[in-house]
Nanobody, 119 residues
């Protein structure tokens, strides 16, 4: 059982990136999947979640800028990010759990992908 995030990189402020979360070892359609990020010296925070029925959730800090979507046929969840700012710099992770559940209930964390936004 594994989730692997990819697609990070260096981007200028105002730019866009699309992250991918590839699932293996389990059937994605049966799970809610969340995207999280952790900046240096800060706690991991949830930034988007998509439930099994396709309902999406996001905090106000990223609403309108980040869009989560899922492709169950190909076992991938995406995070489209636009209008990036330096404060979005972090390692981004995906994990499976319950969108309304606590962070501690999420599992199958991968290694994450680094997003660096330059000013």
């Amino acid at each position: 059982v594994q989730l692997q995030a990819s697609g990070g990189g260096l981007v200028q402020a105002g730019g866009s990136l699309k992250l991918s979360c590839a699932a293996s070892g389990f059937t994605l359609e049966y799970y809610d999947i969340g995207w999280f990020r952790q900046a240096p010296g800060k706690e991991r925070e949830g930034i988007s979640c998509v439930s099994r029925d396709g309902t999406t959730y996001a905090p106000q800090s990223v609403k309108g800028r980040f869009t989560i979507s899922r492709d169950d046929a190909n076992n991938i969840v995406y995070l489209q990010m636009k209008n990036l700012a330096p404060e979005d710099t972090a390692v981004y992770y995906c994990a499976r759990g319950e969108c309304h559940g606590p962070l501690s209930d999420f599992d199958s964390w991968g290694q994450g992908t680094l997003v660096t936004v330059s000013s």
